[in-house]
């Protein structure tokens, strides 16, 4: 169901990213990073309209003809972007919300591995493999 | 689950390797190991415990929920008292820390207490670091088994 | 609290904590010694020193006497397992002459969240157990000798121990007897 997972730190910069189609993998860095002005603009929001943004999962954030782009962001600063292709329209709200909650899921596991340094890029494999299953399948 | 006196049992044995670790190295008793353990303990587990929880709209209510929330999970009871002066300064009083309640409370031990409070600075430091809150965090053991923790926000 | 949220659970996160508290001391052990094996004996001898202490907290909350035999022995490092550490190893394979068996882990709560670096492949990463196991049957004189055998971190199906007796040890004085 989704195109495109991404992991990106506190400093903003990548610490992974895994493409259902590997050849488009530079299309979508930039489509991430574009996304991370969002994600800032939401987030800088938060003091003004509480309510909704408290919500570690900030909904969409953006769209194009092509991809519609989710974002979620962690009490500890961790961004995770996911690209869905907009061609996919039986796709709900709350899918997207479990997809998430498994990522941070997923994530918390990696940084509880003793042998990861945090603030460096993700190399397990674990980790990789059950991001790829639920790109594919949301399992 | 591990049992909490598990968790005790690692907790007095770090403390006796790190001490003999820096022994042999004929240094001045170094507590620096023992707070890097808590520091790492710290900045993982509040990955774990911050999941469910909503996001933290500013510093207070991000050292309302370690002081409060996390404190009391981590040590099995509240701390006695928790003071700020609102400048980035917290003050949190346990008038019977875990780990000196089983040491004695004559004064011979009040010179190694600094030994037993090392690793839960770190764990605090820990937790705050990865909540995005720089900090540094000392205790102060003036008669046991009570203890104090001072939390200093670094804002630069 | 007005706050919305799950409350912690203290028991939960003790548990946790002392899982990552192990993962944090096992990483600073690998920088503390250069050569793996160093880090495997340090890791026993520390379970050493908390078995000897341990076997005490055990005896004052079970009452459990003396064993009448190893697979008593057996039996009760099982329930210590499950006190202490909440997981039910299974008892397997005994030796012939009942003077050595195997303890078998589905679930192992000290490596939870591991995963070993390739350069990681000859740590022993739960080795203080075995330490602990030693220590205490050494107090209610056992000497034991207790080793990995297999470890689902290297891609064993299962985590086993091997617990085998050496002999008595005569010369202490039973704890809490004349």
Not at chain 3, 49 to 77: Q, V
Request: aromatic share 10%; hydrophobic share 40%; glycine share 4%.
């Amino acid at each position: 169901m989704a195109v495109c997972v991404a992991v990106i730190g506190k400093d903003n910069s990548p610490k992974f990213i895994s493409c259902l189609n590997p050849e488009l993998e530079l299309q979508f860095h930039y489509k991430v990073h574009t996304s991370l002005d969002v994600v800032e603009e939401k987030l800088s929001s938060a003091g003004i309209n509480t309510g909704d943004v408290r919500e570690l999962y900030l909904g969409l954030l953006y769209s194009t003809e092509e991809h519609k782009i989710f974002g979620y962001v962690t009490n500890t600063k961790i961004k995770f972007i996911v690209v869905v292709e907009s061609a996919n329209t039986l796709l709900r709200d709350n899918e997207v919300r479990t997809m998430f909650r498994r990522l941070h899921n997923l994530y918390t596991d990696v940084v509880c591995n003793p042998f990861y340094i945090p603030g460096d890029p993700i190399t397990s494999k674990n980790f990789d493999d059950t991001v790829k299953s639920i790109m594919v399948n949301n399992i | 689950m591990a049992d909490e006196v598990s968790f005790e049992f690692l907790h007095t044995e770090l403390v006796s390797y790190v001490l003999s670790s820096t022994e042999k190295d004929k240094k001045p008793c170094d507590l620096s190991t023992l707070e890097y353990i808590g520091f790492s303990a710290g900045y993982r587990i509040i990955e774990r415990q911050t999941k469910e929880w909503p996001r933290f709209k500013d510093e207070l209510e991000t050292m309302k929920f370690i002081c409060t929330d996390f404190w009391t999970s981590i040590n099995k009871k509240p701390v006695d008292n928790l003071r700020t002066n609102h400048q980035g300064v917290y003050v949190l009083q346990d008038n019977a820390f875990r780990f000196l309640t089983r040491l004695s409370n004559s004064r011979q031990y009040l010179e190694v207490a600094p030994r037993y409070v090392a690793f839960t600075c770190g764990l605090i430091r820990g937790a705050l670091a990865n909540l995005g809150i720089n900090s540094m965090v000392t205790a102060e053991v003036q008669s046991m088994p009570a203890c104090r923790f001072h939390i200093q926000v670094q804002r630069t | 609290m007005s706050r919305q949220g799950t409350r912690l659970d203290s028991k939960k996160v003790n548990s946790e904590l002392f899982t990552l508290t192990y993962g944090a001391l096992v990483s600073q052990l690998m920088k503390d010694y250069e050569n793996v094996e160093d880090v495997n004996k340090q890791l026993e001898r520390m379970g050493y020193n908390i078995g000897i202490r341990l076997i005490e907290d055990f005896l004052a909350r079970t009452g459990c006497g003396r064993c009448y035999d190893f697979r008593d022995t057996a039996e009760k490092i099982q329930m210590a397992f499950r006190i202490y550490l909440g997981v039910s190893p299974t008892v397997a394979n005994w030796s012939p002459a009942a003077d050595e068996f195997s303890l078998q882990f589905e679930t192992n709560p000290l490596t939870e969240f591991v995963e070993l670096p390739d350069h990681c492949l000859n740590l022993k990463y739960a080795n203080m157990l075995t330490g602990v196991i030693r220590g205490a049957c050494e107090m209610v004189q056992m000497e034991v000798s207790a080793y990995f055998v297999q470890d689902q971190l290297k891609g064993d199906n299962v985590t086993e121990i091997r617990v085998k007796f050496i002999k008595r040890l005569e010369d202490a004085i039973p704890a809490g007897e004349d």
